[in-house]
């Protein structure tokens, strides 16, 4: 890998990322509709909109691999999913093919689970359960890198990213938080390793209570450097009641699943039940 693209550079893991990948590979191409600042040594930046199809031209032209952390990242009103997540998603895409990009890392989500109920243990071979649109769009992103690798011959590392802030504050972050620079790590093993189809794997730091068994990461050479447990007694010991209703509660993805992070009142849905015990 030597001419890597980072799209979605200014977003919140964007910016941390960028700065990891630092010295990573020979160029690091960073792009964002947002701005970039100036490029770094052995940096491009390119300012675009993966829903342009000159501006993803630019992005991809002469890259080897993608990092592809761009589009909405939370529950949006239907259009704005539709056009930017799945539409820019399978645009760029298209125009990685055509670029001859070799390998792409899709920054999917818990939320193309996050219909499970709490407890119950993952390991990525399971039917996708979303939480809300923006889930939906995640899903729809894992199946296509299923089909651009099987009709395409791409390498694709799908990561269904947990919770990566600072430290997790609930119980349900807990086990999705992780540390930018284990998510760094399996991002470069997507591009890195030497043979890879498509794999789905969970962007989660070594959390002990974790819902999602990681071990087709671990497989594929992930050694995570950080943990979760470190917070458990703090968020044991908080009083501070956890985001979202009944619903919410009772599922791994939490709030997304909750009607209140639908960000489009007019479109509220009934509570649901999970329909499980
Ligand atoms: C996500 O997919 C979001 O991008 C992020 O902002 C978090 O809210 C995270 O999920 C989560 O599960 O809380």
Same mark, same amino acid.
């Given at each position: 890998?030597?001419?890597?693209?980072?799209? &979605?550079?200014?977003?919140?893991?964007?910016? +941390?990322?960028?700065?990891?990948?630092?010295?990573?590979?020979?160029?690091?191409?960073?792009?964002?509709? /947002?701005?970039?600042?100036? @490029?770094?040594?052995?940096?491009?930046?390119?300012?675009? =909109?993966?829903?342009?199809?000159? =501006?993803?031209? !630019?992005?991809?032209?002469?890259?080897?691999?993608?990092?592809?952390?761009?589009?909405?990242?939370?529950?949006?009103? #239907?259009? =704005?999913?539709? +056009?930017?997540?799945?539409?820019?998603?399978?645009?760029? *895409?298209?125009?990685?093919?055509?670029?001859? $990009?070799?390998?792409? $890392? *899709? @920054?999917?989500?818990?939320?193309?689970? %996050? *219909?499970?109920?709490?407890?119950?243990?993952?390991?990525?071979?399971?039917?996708?359960?979303?939480?809300?649109?923006? &889930?939906?769009?995640?899903?729809?992103?894992? /199946?296509?890198?299923?089909?651009?690798?099987?009709?395409?011959?791409? %390498?694709?590392?799908?990561?269904?990213? %947990? #919770?990566?802030?600072?430290?997790?504050?609930?119980?349900?972050?807990?086990?999705?938080? $992780?540390?930018?620079?284990?998510?760094? !790590?399996?991002?470069?093993?997507?591009?890195?390793?030497?043979?890879?189809?498509?794999?789905?794997?969970?962007?989660?730091?070594?959390?002990?209570?974790?819902? #999602?068994?990681?071990?087709?990461? +671990? +497989?594929?050479?992930?050694?995570?450097?950080?943990? @979760?447990?470190? #917070?458990? =007694?703090?968020?044991?010991?908080?009083?501070?009641?956890?985001?979202?209703?009944? $619903?919410?509660?009772?599922?791994?993805?939490?709030?997304? @699943?909750?009607?209140?992070?639908?960000?489009?009142?007019?479109?509220?849905?009934? /509570?649901?039940?999970?329909?499980?015990?």
């Amino acid at each position: 890998m030597k001419r890597v693209l980072l799209t &979605g550079a200014a977003g919140g893991i964007g910016l +941390r990322m960028r700065r990891e990948l630092r010295g990573a590979f020979p160029m690091l191409r960073v792009s964002d509709m /947002a701005d970039l600042g100036l @490029a770094g040594p052995g940096e491009e930046v390119v300012i675009g =909109d993966i829903c342009n199809p000159d =501006d993803r031209k !630019r992005m991809v032209d002469g890259i080897d691999g993608i990092i592809h952390l761009g589009g909405l990242s939370v529950e949006n009103p #239907w259009e =704005d999913i539709l +056009r930017v997540n799945i539409d820019g998603t399978y645009r760029l *895409f298209e125009a990685a093919y055509e670029a001859g $990009v070799k390998r792409i $890392v *899709f @920054a999917s989500s818990n939320h193309a689970i %996050g *219909f499970y109920p709490r407890g119950r243990i993952l390991d990525g071979s399971e039917r996708p359960r979303p939480d809300c649109r923006y &889930g939906l769009s995640k899903v729809f992103g894992e /199946a296509l890198s299923q089909y651009f690798a099987d009709n395409y011959g791409i %390498g694709i590392l799908s990561i269904r990213i %947990g #919770w990566c802030f600072q430290k997790p504050e609930t119980p349900r972050t807990l086990g999705s938080w $992780v540390h930018i620079g284990d998510l760094t !790590r399996l991002c470069r093993l997507g591009l890195e390793t030497p043979e890879l189809h498509h794999e789905i794997v969970f962007g989660i730091s070594d959390n002990a209570r974790t819902w #999602w068994d990681n071990t087709t990461a +671990r +497989r594929l050479g992930y050694v995570p450097q950080y943990s @979760a447990d470190q #917070w458990i =007694d703090e968020v044991d010991a908080s009083t501070t009641p956890e985001p979202g209703n009944a $619903v919410a509660l009772g599922v791994q993805g939490g709030p997304f @699943a909750s009607e209140g992070y639908r960000g489009d009142p007019a479109r509220v849905l009934p /509570a649901r039940s999970t329909g499980e015990a």
